[in-house]
T-cell receptor, first 115, second 117 residues
Framework: DGGITQSPKYLFRKEGQNVTLSCEQN?????MYWYRQDPGQGLRLIYY???????QKGDIAEGYSVSREKKESFPLTVTSAQKNPTAFYLC??????????????FGPGTRLTVT | AQKITQTQPGMFVQEKEAVTLDCTYD???????LFWYKQPSSGEMIFLIY??????QNATEGRYSLNFQKARKSANLVISASQLGDSAMYFC??????????????FGGGTRLMVKP
């Protein structure tokens, strides 16, 4: 089945360690996105990528880094510089760019806890 | 200023009744799109319905309809005949034309809907 996979579902790390969250899609979508969700709040955009080898900062990119070496993969690294990394992280993709009703498809999310 | 405002943090509805979830938005763009997503307790975001700013008809998808009032900048979600499985968080989101280069969405804070049997 086509879709977006994120692994693992739960991730625990010690403070000061970098951690990489994976996101893979087999929908052949051009655009991919990373969002952060804190308890009881909406989603905030961290990074997005329109094509391979290109990505742009979202609203809260500080302390995060990404890469887009393959169309189907868009991993997110939470660095030790991120002050409050504990959150729920959602990856999404959309079919393309330009003006149309291109909804974003979401993965199941990774819940990161840093202590 | 908030781009997307959802004023109802939580709502109850009786099973089989209809419910309206409010969403107001703020944009100076003429071209924009409005989306509603459902987030069950599992965390996954599920796309429900889309309304384009130039669409003259209100969008409908099964039991979901979008009450689009452009002059008031509101895009309320109406769920008819509520089911227990409708209990979830619901998010309104907007894509503005100016930021459309990346098809980026701005989300509201969400409304938690609880359906009572």
């Amino acid at each position: 089945d086509g879709g977006i996979t994120q692994s693992p579902k739960y991730l625990f790390r010690k403070e000061g360690q970098n951690v990489t969250l994976s996101c893979e899609q087999n929908l052949n979508h051009d655009a991919m996105y990373w969002y952060r969700q804190d308890p009881g709040q909406g989603l905030r955009l961290i990074y997005y990528s329109q094509i391979v080898n290109d990505f742009q900062k979202g609203d809260i990119a500080e302390g995060y880094s990404v890469s887009r070496e393959k169309k189907e993969s868009f991993p997110l690294t939470v660095t030790s510089a991120q002050k409050n990394p504990t959150a729920f992280y959602l990856c999404a993709s959309s079919i393309g760019l330009g003006w149309a009703s291109y909804e974003q498809y979401f993965g199941p999310g990774t819940r990161l806890t840093v202590t | 200023a908030q781009k997307i405002t959802q004023t109802q943090p939580g709502m109850f509805v009786q099973e089989k009744e209809a419910v309206t979830l409010d969403c107001t938005y703020d944009t100076s763009d003429q071209s924009y799109g409005l989306f509603w997503y459902k987030q069950p307790s599992s965390g996954e975001m599920i796309f429900l319905i889309y309304q384009g700013s130039y669409d003259e008809q209100n969008a409908t998808e099964g039991r979901y309809s979008l009450n689009f009032q452009k002059a008031r900048k509101s895009a309320n979600l109406v769920i008819s005949a509520s089911q227990l499985g409708d209990s979830a968080m619901y998010f309104c989101a907007m894509r503005e034309g100016r930021r459309n280069a990346g098809n980026m969405l701005t989300f509201g804070g969400g409304t938690r809907l609880m359906v009572k049997p």
